[in-house]
Every structure is written in C-alpha cells, then in structure tokens.
Nanobody, 123 residues
C-alpha cells in the first residue's frame, strides 16, 4: 500500500505563486510515476502534470503548460508542483496521484490518490 500526503495549498492572489508537495510512503512508492490532478467545484477532474519515475520526463496539461513545473526528489519520495502566474481559474482541489503506467496516469488511471489540498486564487 502507498500513501500520498499533499501539502502547500492555500490562498494566493492572481499572479502569485504556490508550491505543492506530495510525500509518498510505502514499500513500492519509489517505483511509481507521479502526477497532479485538480478538480474545481462543478467541474470534472483535470490532468495537471506528471513525471516519469525512471527518466524524469515531464508532461503537462494544456492549461498549465509554461506556468507550472513538476519535479521529484526520489531520495525523499516527494513530488513537487511549482505553480506560477496563478489565475483565478486555477482554483481547485489539487490531488497527488501515483501509478505504475505513465500513460495511464496521464489519463487519470492512478492506482493511488492523495486526499487533496485546496488552492484558491483570488482576483
């Protein structure tokens, strides 16, 4: 079993920045591809970013590409999401996810999910 715990959410003004963290624990957590999703009230869950476990290749959703950066510290089993130039439409609950398949992860087929952390961007 793998546990994912997010942190770093909060309230920020438009144009500001936030850094989310996701700490993974469990016997196999270091061998998983990691990613972030978000869900705003009344909207479907949206893919934000993913990072491969072996090459560290990164992938982004169209709405965040160029503003968000995903990274990971394999020694600490932690993945980060650096969010810059935040917009009110970035307001959502952000979820950390992990999966053995990187393609599956990007499609939302994660094997493990965190509880989420709320991000609110005020205009």
């Amino acid at each position: 079993q793998v546990q994912l715990v997010e942190s770093g959410g909060g309230l920020v003004q438009a144009g500001g920045s936030l850094r989310l963290s996701c700490a993974a624990s469990g016997r196999t957590s270091s061998g998983l591809n990691m990613g972030w999703f978000r869900q705003a009230p009344g909207k479907e869950r949206e893919f934000v970013a993913a990072i491969g476990r072996i090459t560290g290749s990164t992938y982004y959703g169209d709405s965040v590409r160029g503003r968000f950066t995903i990274s990971r510290d394999n020694a600490k089993n932690t993945v980060f999401l650096e969010m810059k130039s935040l917009k009110p439409e970035d307001t959502a609950d952000y979820y950390c996810a992990a999966a053995g398949s990187l393609v599956g992860l990007q499609r939302g087929a994660a094997e493990y999910w965190g509880q989420g952390t709320q991000v609110t961007v005020s205009s």
